[in-house]
């Protein structure tokens, strides 16, 4: 079976641009989350979704950042205008709805971000 | 609230021998699981294990057994015979409901 399928893998860019991540969740999976990883403060929740939902978006750190799932195999995370703090890498995970507390997060490969 | 504590910034340990790392949590929640991760150099996050707070026994996965004394809020991991390829970092979670709170990590450096 495919896993999460983060797109692209690495992301170069100049302050102010527009980013936008992809993610495309394990099939049957019904719940997915967006992290950010940095060295200073290690791996972040920004917001998850239930059934294309978000559910809490308190880890977005401003308006700066938004985050859609329009269907239940897509979900995006924008950054506009970004800047060099944002550098980063964005991993998004998904996990199935049974059993909730013990199913794991399947987490995809990661985006690799870098804010010029 | 939750919050994972994990202490060891950094493990050593030579080939073939067993490795604790160490976790703690605090949680107000009635049922929680935990979980740990491990994330290679190459950067992908690796589901390990995971310990139900209602679990009476100890998860085992392979060489990876966790060590769950739940009076005293601790869920170390146990690496048996540690192999080159277990160099990486771990981390350790935990969640009341579909949020997971990650500790900092522990990077373990095995060698030969």
């Known amino acids: 079976d495919a896993g999460v399928i983060q797109s692209p893998r690495h992301e170069v860019t100049e302050m102010g641009q527009e980013v936008t991540l992809r993610c495309k969740p394990i099939s049957g999976h019904d719940y997915l989350f967006w992290y950010r990883q940095t060295m200073m403060r290690g791996l972040e929740l920004l917001i998850y979704?239930?059934?294309?939902?978000?559910?809490?978006d308190s880890g977005m750190p401003e308006d700066r950042f938004s985050a859609k799932m329009p269907n239940a195999s897509f979900s995006t995370l924008k950054i506009q205008p970004s800047e060099p703090r944002d550098s980063a890498v964005y991993f998004c995970a998904s996990s199935p709805t049974v059993g909730a507390i013990g199913q794991p997060q399947h987490f995809g490969d990661g985006t690799r971000l870098s804010i010029l | 609230a939750q919050k994972i504590t994990q202490t060891q910034p950094g493990m050593f340990v030579q080939e073939k021998e067993a490795v604790t790392l160490d976790c703690t949590y605090d949680?107000?929640?009635?049922?929680?699981?935990l979980f740990w991760y491990k994330q290679p150099s190459s950067g992908e996050m690796i589901f390990l294990i995971y310990q139900g707070s209602y679990d009476e026994q100890n998860a085992t996965e392979g060489r990876y057994s966790l060590n769950f004394q739940k009076a005293r809020k601790s869920a170390n991991l146990v690496i048996s015979a540690s192999q080159l390829g277990d160099s990486a970092m771990y981390f350790c979670?935990?969640?009341?409901?579909?949020?997971?709170?990650f500790g900092t990590g522990t990077r373990l450096l095995v060698s030969p």
């Open positions: 979670a935990v969640t009341g409901f579909q949020k997971l709170v």
């Open positions: 949680t107000s929640d009635q049922s929680y699981g």
């Open positions: 979704f239930n059934n294309n939902v978000p559910i809490d």
